[in-house]
């Protein structure tokens, strides 16, 4: 059963960071783009940041040198380092497979002022 799983998220303050990371079966992650998505409560879930099975990344504006986003094909993880992190960070993060359209649980991030 195709899966994925996040984990790292938590609490920091402004400024702090945080690295989240995306466990994935191997049939979801070999060759396929994958993306981190965030959402807060009644509001659209948006993209963060994708990287592609050739590793070329795309970020949101708003987070842009701030974070990076990075897979490691050994172990079939995707990673979400966030620097500087600001209070409108706030949200929970998702892992999605852009093949299959498979999507993580979430894990919530709080960065308090």
């Known amino acids: 059963q195709v899966q994925l799983a996040e984990s790292g998220g938590g609490s920091v303050q402004a400024g702090g960071s945080l690295t989240l990371s995306c466990a994935a079966s191997g049939s979801i992650f070999r060759g396929n783009a994958m993306g981190w998505y965030r959402q807060v409560l009644g509001k659209q879930r948006e993209l963060v940041a994708l990287?592609?099975?050739?590793?070329?990344?795309n970020y949101a504006d708003s987070v842009k040198g701030r974070f990076t986003i990075s897979r490691d094909t050994a172990k079939n993880t995707v990673s979400l380092q966030m620097n500087n992190l600001k209070p409108e960070d706030t949200a929970v993060y998702y892992c999605h497979s852009f093949y299959g359209g498979v999507w993580g649980q979430g894990t919530l991030v709080t960065v308090s002022s």
């Open positions: 990287i592609t099975s050739g590793g070329n990344t």
